[in-house]
T-cell receptor, first 113, second 112 residues
Framework: AQSVTQLDSHVSVSEGTPVLLRCNYS??????LFWYVQHPNKGLQLLLK??????LVKGINGFEAEFKKSETSFHLTKPSAHMSDAAEYFC???????????FGAGTTVTVRA | DGGITQSPKYLFRKEGQNVTLSCEQN?????MYWYRQDPGQGLRLIYY???????QKGDIAEGYSVSREKKESFPLTVTSAQKNPTAFYLC???????????FGEGSRLTVL
């Protein structure tokens, strides 16, 4: 079985400063890991995914995440926050051919002008 | 463009009524999912289907029912047995067991 813990329920940053969203996972096997973004009253959109290739994964809108097996972490970062980054972010873990994915509880990002 | 279409986007229901949420995809994906989202609680899995004419209960299936008669369609019925149905419902699909989900825009159900 796998599980995901997002360590911060809410993150507030100033526009132009770095963003860090933390995600730890537990899995008995090599997992696939994903970050999704959700704007209010919308569906989720894939930001990036890790599937056992490069440990540093680049995604859309300037986001990237690093898979650290020793720390069982998959933290999401962005060097410079933009107002449009205000949204909710979900970390998701999946095992190959396992149709039940595990979602973190989500992190709400607020960006201050 | 390929994608997932959920309808209606907003729905109001009186207590005791069943309501069906539609989910259609033209991505040729095998697997489809229904999630429920409540404020501050993330996404919870209601039902999922890996192939046509087959589906499995998720973590919170009580008070819900689904069908999968066509690959493209996975409707969700919220029955009167669901005690607290007011929520945001999200449909998703994926090609096989890759884990990369594609989501619809959601349906917001409010029980009056």
């Amino acid at each position: 079985a796998q599980s995901v813990t997002q360590l911060d329920s809410h993150v507030s940053v100033s526009e132009g400063t770095p963003v860090l969203l933390r995600c730890n996972y537990s899995s008995s096997y090599s997992p696939s890991l994903f970050w999704y973004v959700q704007h209010p009253n919308k569906g989720l959109q894939l930001l990036l995914k890790y599937t056992s290739a490069a440990t540093l994964v680049k995604g859309i809108n300037g986001f990237e995440a690093e898979f650290k097996k020793s720390e069982t972490s998959f933290h999401l970062t962005k060097p410079s926050a933009h107002m449009s980054d205000a949204a909710e972010y979900f970390c998701v873990v999946s095992l190959l051919n396992d149709y039940k994915l595990s979602f973190g509880a989500g992190t709400t990002v607020t960006v201050r002008a | 463009d390929g994608g997932i279409t959920q309808s209606p986007k907003y729905l109001f229901r009186k207590e005791g009524q069943n309501v069906t949420l539609s989910c259609e995809q033209n991505l040729n994906h095998d697997a489809m999912y229904w999630y429920r989202q409540d404020p501050g609680q993330g996404l919870r899995l209601i039902y999922y289907s890996q192939i046509v004419n087959d589906f499995q209960k998720g973590d919170i299936a009580e008070g819900y029912s689904v069908s999968r008669e066509k690959k493209e369609s996975f409707p969700l019925t919220v029955t009167s047995a669901q005690k607290n149905p007011t929520a945001f419902y999200l449909c998703a699909s994926t090609l096989g067991g890759t884990g990369e989900l594609f989501f619809g825009e959601g349906s917001r159900l409010t029980v009056l």
